[in-house]
């Protein structure tokens, strides 16, 4: 795992960025209120992606901020995988559907 703490935010808003939707016109937050922050002190930190003052997305709680940003840079990752192996399916479904129609 990278200890590169830019590389590793600009990462996880990458990925939160496909995650994350706002949900309609009367959502008072968009995409531009999205932020990576960790908190926490001594031996317990946790990082999280912020969508305004709510947590969007934690990761598990580490014994440094560095492991507390790799921990959210994995569970945006596996989030991403489980969208994607969702929203890819729902399409090639779609598209042989459509195949099979205007043939």
Known sequence: MTT???VLRQQIMA???LLIKP???STATNLGDLDVVVFG???SFTAAVMLG???AVEGTEEKSPELAMNKLFLATCELLKLYLRKCCRTSATSMVAECLTTS
Do not use: K, V
């Open 4 to 6: 590169d703490m830019g």
């Open 15 to 17: 990925n939160a960025r």
């Open 23 to 25: 949900t309609g016109p």
């Open 41 to 43: 002190y001594s031996s």
């Open 53 to 55: 003052l709510t947590p």
